[in-house]
């Protein structure tokens, strides 16, 4: 029997420890296609973040770095600065981008470094409790804003992918979603130019996934996809942000 579906050889074959519904796994699955489809595997270095995926260096075939709480661009920087020659991207959650890294990723955006940033956005802090997050939406409820957030009293929603591309630095960001098969398979083409941005030498590239969280969000997996089409697009409007007629 022919196989039609396998798993790409950059995953490894282990269980996954992301809750049910999670598309953390998803996110993952991409990564690990681009690696194989570009023939990039075994000279990419990942560095991981500090969050729901902090141990993602067991699920990557490639070399892995796991890097302090938002310092990932700064590792990836070093990284891609003494080793030019190898591919390197940093996996971040919106905690670790977006609130205690946002100077990091700012900076490093800035620099234009030609490395590439997958940036998972599920609107809330994942792993320590369901927290609020930079990312979390106006009235949306967690276990720090039991009644809402309130622009009055914690701001508003902070959209990465608009204010990195006020920048001069970036060659490439686009904000895509996991939601349905139709974006996931629109996910996997920004994943896979993001790294051929870098191949290239093109500098700073950045690819947001809109994801779910269905255990922090109190949802069925099937509920938090449909959360993102009906509740999350209409503040992070999907499309590309910077490098609108980059050609790699």
């Not at 296609?33 to 990557?60: H, M, P, Q, R, W």
Request: glycine residues 8%.
């Amino acid at each position: 029997m022919a196989v039609v579906f396998d798993r790409p050889h950059a995953l490894v074959d282990i269980p996954m420890h992301y809750c049910p519904g999670c598309t953390h796994g998803i996110a993952h699955r991409l990564v690990a296609e681009a690696l194989d489809e570009l023939g990039i595997e075994g000279k990419t270095v990942g560095i991981s973040s500090v969050g729901c995926s902090y141990n993602n260096y067991f699920y990557f075939n490639c070399d892995m770095i796991q890097a302090p709480h938002g310092r990932a661009p700064a590792v990836a920087t070093g990284v891609k600065r003494s080793l030019p020659d190898n591919i390197v991207f940093t996996y971040q959650g919106d905690g670790d981008l977006a609130a205690i890294g946002t100077a990091e990723i700012v900076h490093a955006a800035a620099r234009g470094e030609n490395i590439t940033v997958i940036f998972i956005n599920n609107t809330i802090y994942g792993m320590t409790s369901g927290q609020m997050a930079p990312t979390t939406l106006l009235s949306q409820v967690t276990t720090t804003t039991p009644y809402g957030r309130d622009p009055k009293e914690h701001g508003f929603p902070i959209r990465v992918c608009e204010m990195l591309a006020t920048l001069s630095g970036p060659a490439y960001i686009e904000r895509v979603s996991l939601h349905d098969i139709k974006h996931i398979k629109k996910a996997k083409e920004a994943v896979k130019k993001a790294f051929k941005v870098q191949i290239a030498g093109k500098g700073f590239s950045l690819v947001e996934m809109l994801s779910t969280c269905p255990t922090n969000w109190g949802m069925t997996p099937l509920e938090a996809l449909d959360r993102i089409k009906n509740e999350m697009l209409e503040y992070y409007p999907l499309g590309v942000y910077a490098g609108k007629d980059l050609e790699v």
